[in-house]
């Protein structure tokens, strides 16, 4: 499906411009920084860029967009791994080992680890996007209310009860967490729990939420310690360390390839797609693994599993935006606006009769995606200097930036004060052995399996038989029901042979 | 926050389920309120039926006694040092919009690099103000809102 | 780089402000305004149309006003924060808003119990109007709006209906329904919040079998649909000039051709101040007039897809009283999804 004559002059076009490359470094280092302070998007740095791309040529400027693009993509896992902060929803899965690796001394290889699971996930998703632009977009367009109500529950069902001491903890965080996803208007129209707090219409600010629950809870039980890392010799920034963790990635190419594939097909879906396709792939991951158990203690596969899924969904967004015009958020709403500003519309036309435009700017993130390999590594030697400052000084430090990133999100005080609440509410829960992480994947799917099921709802009228017609969700619903079988019977297994070798 | 050990039930733990329950019944009352439609509750109202039921199993289990999952209990001085951290906190949110992001944080960064232990003088004195300035100079840079600031 | 100097040059203003009310009437200030840099106040957040207007209009603006001009956002509850943000400003000409005046104004004052009444906010121009469409994939059997109607008098539940909630489309969905007397609670309705977006892409994935959304996002994806229907009395030739209008549809069918229209953009200030301080009004509206019909503005505008047409301040309070008026008048629609 590639059309090789599009393709040559593609080439062309790249190697013509040589302007158009040097936006790339700037372009990822505008992006890793955005990205690496909580509550500053990726959107936001474009919209802030978007004007400076007026006065260059259609190509540099796409070019440099798409640049700002990919780093902000990665800037996310850095104080994901370092300190916790999940930046965006898409990092919240690179938290859940990430940090624990950071805390064993480990930064160094969960950093290395998450910067080339990043590189290769825009590889391998530019990479698909280059043979099949056109039926992914197509693909992603079927996925309607049942589908995606199969994906969310999918995802609830195997992270609902993430950690946490006992069953019955683990479903109360997880059912807080759904309720307080569903606060606001919901998709029907009615308004709830509001508590006349005008802010509260729009649901509880994720972001902010998240940063609380997962980082600043956890910054308040470590006012007794003196180091994020406990060992003086493990706080040293080491090259060597960071490429033995890059090295990772190709121990577990299965967990890459897994993660690049439902990167990119769940990160195309217009708006929900980045923010679930990370914590599915981590699912899906920690369900296969032999050492499943490990997860969330600090395996390298969970960051992996995480970064290879939320850099992959850029490909795939750029997929919907590209062959159908549709942008997937904000990021890909701006590159559309880049395009109108120099008289190029994107959609089902563009893709026809440009070719050699799009295949031009899939070729440019190849070469952004390797380009990100050196300045990434620059940019976490830089960043994980932090974990040798000890943590009285590093404490106020972060709490003053979640805060400060916390008002970025809207511009209100609605962040700050959800940053706080959901901060105290984290430290309660985790002292009592609640899973904190149960909430915020509630947070996240809650809302989205309201919002699908009701449109299910209204869809069948009243007669359930209306399912009958949604196919793709039946066949998700049976993978779901035999793989979570399959695995209650290797663990039986498991444990029957245990019991028996005892 | 925990009664001594004598006593078998574990308050803290009942005390935060309960209050977490009865806000999710608090919520079901309110969206009641809004609307009975199916298109309101169809579900909200099982995930609060959820939580109660899982409450009871949970506050029966403190009042049997579990601790399980419990941190480790901590002596008074780091407990008192948590709370001062968390009450600091709060009066820096609460400071905000009040005093201005800058003075808010720069105050907020004093006292918690003095609860965190840092005795030297020049270090409280000077680190918190080029901190602070440099961040919230940074995020006017960055975000398309207006920040409310004292000085900066 | 956007919102350093405005705030802190704002925050002083009010403190000179103040002060000058006490000291001297304001008129006597007005003749060296603007004297520093005016703000645009978006109520929504990076990315979306106004978001783009004001930052495309800001140059030509600066350019006509002889001052900087930089925008700010201020999204959330349905644009009722920065409402309320911008009634708390004070009235010295430095900060005027580019909003969806009409539907998102009327809808927290009607839904929201927003404390604030229509008549505070007055329209400077409202270039940009869009309506709603009525429309189905391409891929769809359906090709007119009357196949639409006999299928739903036939059974209500024959076909799917995609649509926001609380929406000027959900009034002009329930409108066309009541019309033709199809029972609105007997037909699939599935509602999609959030803007405009999750309604189109439903629409155009064929996951719902009509569609009733703002047009304009539309524009795009032209090939992808079929309209069937625009809610408009006037025939634009730039905007499906193919369909129907919904005017002539309702006449032919005997049923009262209202509607409300959708979306109305553009420049927005406070009653309050063109009352008080009418000079620096003046200044700020030919200002805004001589940017909006600047020939390079024009060409920018045109290249990013955005309205650039002057209707002036008489024309477009008109249009969006008369949809608040008629949003009014039908807020039990709005109310029950």
Known sequence: ????????????????SLDAWIWVIPGLLIGLVFGALPGVSVSMAMALVLPATLYMDFLPAIIFLTSVYTGAGFGGSVPAVLMGIPGTSSAVATTFDGYPMARAGRHNEALGAALFASCLGVLASYAVLFVLVQPLAELVL???????????????????????TSISRGLFASAIGVLIGTVGMNTAGYMRGTMGIPWLLDGVPTIPAMVGLLAASQLFGLVNATFLVESEQDRKISLGRILAGCALVFRYPGVLLRGSIIGAMVGAIPGVGSSIANLLSYAETRRTAKDGASFGTGNPKGVIASESANSSSEGGAMATMLALGIPGGGATAILLAAFAMHNVVGGPRFIDQNRDIVYAIILSNFAQAVLLVFVGTAFVFAASTIVRLPLRILIPCVLVVATMGAFAIEGSAAGPITLYVFAVLGWLLSRFGYPVAAVVVGLLLGRLIETELLRAYQMAGGDWREILNHPGALVIFALMVLSLGFSMWKDRRRRLGDAASA | MEPSAERRIAWGHLALVTALAAAAVAYLIDARGVSLHPHNLLFLQPTAVLVVVLWAIIALACLRGDRSGEAPAQTWPERLKVLALVGTFGLFILGLERIGYD????????????????????????FPPVFVAAVIVAFKAMIPYPLVTAIL | MTSGKPTISRRTALGLAAGAALAAPLPLRAQTYPDRPVTILVPFATGGYNDRYARAMAPFLSRHLGQPVTVVNRPGGGTMLGNMFYLQQPDDGYMVMVHSAAPFIPQTILLQNAQYKAEDFWMINLPSRDATLAATASSKPINTIDEVVAALKANPRSLTLGVQPASADFVNLALFLAGHGIDRNRARIITYADGGGPARTATVGGHVDVGFVGGEGFLPLRERIKPLMVFSDQRDPEFFPEAPLWADHAKAANIMPEFVEGSQRGFVVLRRFVERVPDRYKILESAIER??????CVAALKGQQLATTWYGPEASNRAYLNAFNTMQKYVDLLKQA
């Open chain 2, 103 to 126: 003075i808010a944080a720069w105050a907020f960064v004093t006292v918690a690099l003095a609860i965190g232990g840092e005795r030297r003088p020049l270090m409280l004195a000077l």
């Open chain 1, 1 to 16: 499906m590639i059309d090789l004559p599009a393709a040559g002059s593609a080439v062309a076009l790249l190697a013509g």
């Open chain 3, 291 to 296: 940017a909006t019909k600047d020939p390079e």
């Open chain 1, 142 to 164: 079927m996925i309607g209310p049942y589908e995606m109500f199969a994906i969310a529950v999918w995802g609830m069902v195997l992270l609902g009860s993430l950690g946490g």
